[in-house]
């Protein structure tokens, strides 16, 4: 398979080292990881459940939270079990074309976990700016419409990428990956050829989402806090905030977290990789565990419906 003592022809496996710096503490690592893992599956489980089964819950908003939590649980499996396996088990090797897959995973979730969020938030716009006709713009067509534009958009921008590492690489400096799971940079900077278009690609992917994204919902929240603050009422301010408080606590942590983990790997070049890699592996396991803590704790309807369940359960 090698070519000479510095490169690797089109290499089968590759090799995740977990994170580099702190091998001898990574088996503990992985217990708040796991303990994130589990919270986040059965805390989006039941916010599915709870809304596939309450009719009351079949709205616009709910639908949405219903959808990224669907979300959630995808990025969470997409790279949790295998983080595990590298920290408790000590299997690091993965197939290229799964590593692929992986990373594939992660960024079209993430593209599709951004539309959502930008989704809620039109959507709250709407429901408080406009909500005499709140119920004739954001009919179930619509909800439909914007989740299958969310899915290809995403589908369309992550594709390009991961064409152009399988068909523009075939010489590699080594398999080794300094990382816990397969991250797009992570992969190209395996590669012994010519990355920009690659790195290039790359950045154009994520400030178009974010850019995009991030410029609509800000936009979104200052108009419904101008009109919040303009209703005569201090009990209709409140009740119209806080139906926009939840969306506003996942929006913040997820572009926090984003900005912070973008910005280390791309200009840290003092931060210490096992920093970069922590941040951005938080990047990924926090939103699904953050999200039904605080749709389950700031939602009336989904708390109400949550707690009735639990009750009729232990009344069986």
Not at 183 to 196: D, F, G, Q, S, T
Request: hydrophobic share 55%; net charge positive.
């Amino acid at each position: 398979m090698a070519i000479s003592n510095i490169t690797v022809f089109r290499p089968s496996v590759l090799t995740l080292i977990g994170i580099p710096g702190l091998e001898t503490v990574q088996c503990w690592i992985g217990i708040p990881f796991c303990v994130m893992y589990l919270i986040a599956m059965i805390g989006n489980s039941l916010l599915l459940i709870i809304i596939r089964s309450e009719h009351s819950l079949h709205e616009p908003m709910y639908i949405f939270v219903g959808m990224l939590g669907v979300t959630d649980i995808v990025l969470g499996t997409s790279i949790v079990p295998k983080m595990l396996g590298i920290f408790w088990f000590h299997v690091p090797e993965i197939y290229f074309d799964s590593c692929l897959l992986q990373m594939g995973l992660i960024h079209t979730f993430q593209c599709i976990e951004s539309g959502i969020l930008l989704a809620m938030a039109l959507d709250r716009y709407v429901a408080i700016c406009y909500p005499l006709r709140h119920a004739a713009i954001f009919t179930h067509r619509l909800v439909t419409q914007i989740a299958a534009v969310v899915t290809l958009r995403a589908a369309l921008l992550v594709a390009p990428s991961l064409v152009l590492i399988k068909c523009r690489f075939q010489f590699y400096h080594t398999t080794i990956i300094s990382h816990c799971y397969c991250e797009h940079m992570a992969i190209v900077k395996l590669a012994a050829e010519n990355v920009r278009v690659n790195k290039i690609y790359g950045l154009f992917v994520a400030f178009t989402v974010a850019g995009f994204d991030l410029t609509f919902i800000t936009l979104s929240y200052i108009q419904v806090f101008i009109t919040v603050f303009h209703l005569p009422q201090k009990e209709a301010r409140l009740k119209a905030f806080n139906t926009c408080i939840a969306h506003i606590c996942v929006f913040l942590q997820l572009y926090l977290l984003a900005f912070f983990s973008f910005f280390t790997h791309r200009f840290g070049a003092h931060v210490p990789p096992y920093i970069h890699i922590l941040f951005s592996s938080l990047y990924l396991l926090v939103p699904p565990f953050f999200s039904p803590l605080v749709y389950g704790a700031k939602t009336t309807q989904i708390r109400i419906h949550l707690v009735k369940m639990l009750y009729s359960q232990n009344a069986l």
